[in-house]
């Protein structure tokens, strides 16, 4: 599954879209047309903050733990 990032135009100005999922650029741009909006890029690596990849690894530590469920 990809991610598409759109934008569209209302009075002469340009707005960011909905993101679109999907599994290739052809059926992202069906997708766009039925939605009136025009894709911009697909989104290839995410980068987090460094605090943010410290909380991130926090909870994966939590979800590592094993619970009982009685």
């Known amino acids: ?4 990032l759109t934008e569209y ?19 992202a741009e069906l997708i766009a047309d039925e939605q ?3 894709i911009v890029g ?4 995410v980068s987090f903050k460094p605090e943010y990849s410290d ?7 939590v979800h590592k733990e094993v619970h009982t469920l009685h």
Do not use: C
């Open 9 to 27: 135009q209302s009075e002469n100005k340009i707005y960011a879209g909905v993101n679109i999922f999907a599994m290739n650029e052809d059926e």
């Open 55 to 61: 909380y991130l690894t926090q909870v994966e530590e």
């Open 36 to 38: 009136g909006v025009t």
């Open 42 to 45: 697909e989104i290839v690596s």
């Open 1 to 4: 599954m990809k991610i598409f």
